[in-house]
């Protein structure tokens, strides 16, 4: 993913940045009606141009406040029962959340729009043609937050509910699957350098995003090939190397240029790292099979949504798009580390439970019946499962039952 691109789509996933824009929009539609009363006709003005507006606006400033602190507390409500009841992980999602920031949004800008045309109308600030204008507009922003009400109201029914998380962490997941199956080697090939200079990372973290784009350009202003040697989601410690190129130096503001193509920050992001919602997945099954929480309905659903997802990657890796970075090398996704990703937490913890075990089996069974990149880790996984079962707390009618799901 282009840097730029990336850093903007992590910059307006941040609640404050929406809730400033619209807090923007509504000061400004408060301001411009003054600039707009020469254009209204004398009649309009005349007829809806009087102090009804004020009550309006004093109704929208007063109520609006209360309403913005309780939509944030359910916020914040939601955020620590998510927490605590499927992974921290995921609750980064419910900040992120379309239609969450939007309510949010609206309320504040509301707030504000009311507050600074209650002002400016105390202030003599508008004449009647700039009430006029004020009047419609508050009409709509009016509608707009009655609107933003409701759907705010059906978004609290699902927000918290687990159910619902594992949906939006399954969209995540497969959109970042799609991704790099349609390029599997970040739009470049497949394969390794011998020797070069490597690019060495300038802190400790999580590679979050890689710029193919910006490394393609610079191997052709270098005439030579580049090897990504940590792909997205790869743990890297300052001095590691991030890339190797295939030259015998680089210059210190050549380097600087090289690290630019490569996001390092302190965790891993959904947008490039298709194994990250994976991971995110075993953990809300692996925190429902604990004592404390012992619910295995849940982490039979993730074994679901994680067959779900297996499958779209591999349908979808059978047609890659054209290489885009012939200049560009990598190493693919090994098929082992996605199912042990998203199923391993289960066969670790579910041994115990037969429900869990039996549709686990199953769908192993499916990914090891067609022949596929899964077969062979599919079959791994199930001999393995099958020792955790037998050397758990099962009783004999339940073992038998987990073991006559053959594999």
């Avoid at 929009?25 to 009649?43: D, K, M, N, R």
């Avoid at 921290?88 to 959340?97: F, G």
């Avoid at 199912?339 to 069974?365: C, I």
């Avoid at 599919?378 to 758990?392: F, K, N, W, Y």
């Amino acid at each position: 993913m282009n840097r730029w691109l990336f850093y903007w789509r992590r910059m307006t996933r941040q609640l404050w940045v929406r809730a400033t824009a619209y807090a923007g929009f509504g000061v400004g539609a408060a301001l411009i009606a003054a600039w707009g009363a020469p254009f209204v006709p004398s009649e309009m003005a005349e007829r809806i141009g009087n102090e009804s507006v004020e009550e309006i606006l004093t109704i929208l400033a007063s109520s609006l406040l209360a309403v913005a602190t309780f939509s944030v507390g359910a916020m914040v409500t939601a955020y620590t029962s998510v927490s605590s009841s499927a992974t921290p992980r995921v609750a980064a999602l419910v900040t992120a959340d379309d239609r969450t920031q939007k309510a949010l949004s609206t309320f504040v800008g509301a707030f504000l729009y009311a507050i600074v045309a209650v002002t400016a109308i105390n202030a003599q600030y508008y004449g009647a043609g700039g009430r006029a204008i004020l009047f419609l507009t508050s009409l709509v922003v009016v509608g707009l937050v009655a609107f933003r009400l409701l759907a705010w109201i059906n978004t609290l029914a699902q927000l918290a509910r687990v159910g619902h998380m594992i949906d939006r962490v399954e969209t995540e997941a497969a959109q970042a699957l799609r991704r790099r199956a349609a390029r599997p080697f970040l739009g470049g090939l497949e394969g390794q350098l011998e020797s070069g200079a490597t690019v060495a990372a300038l802190r400790t973290g999580y590679v979050q995003n890689v710029d193919p784009e910006r490394l393609q350009a610079l191997a052709e202003d270098a005439d030579c090939r580049v090897e990504i040697l940590a792909m997205p989601g790869t743990l890297v410690r300052r001095g590691e190397p991030l890339a190797r190129v295939g030259v015998e130096t680089l210059t210190d503001e050549a380097l600087e240029d090289w690290q630019g193509a490569f996001a390092v920050g302190h965790t891993r992001s959904f947008d490039q790292d298709p194994r990250y919602g994976l991971i995110v997945l075993g953990e809300i099954a692996a925190r429902a099979l604990s004592p404390g929480i012992n619910d295995p309905g849940t982490a039979i659903q993730v074994v679901s949504a994680g067959l779900r997802l297996l499958d779209e990657w591999e349908q979808a890796r059978t047609t890659p798009d054209p290489v885009s970075c012939d200049r560009l090398l990598a190493s693919p996704l090994d098929p082992a580390d996605l199912l042990e990703d998203v199923l391993a937490t289960t066969a670790r913890y579910g041994a115990g439970d037969v429900g869990a075990s039996v549709r686990l089996r199953k769908v192993l069974a499916s990914l090891a019946a067609h022949p596929g990149p899964f077969r062979e880790p599919a079959r791994r996984m199930a001999r393995d499962q099958l020792e955790r079962v037998r050397g758990g707390p099962s009783t004999r009618a339940d073992r038998s039952q987990i073991e006559a799901v053959k594999v």
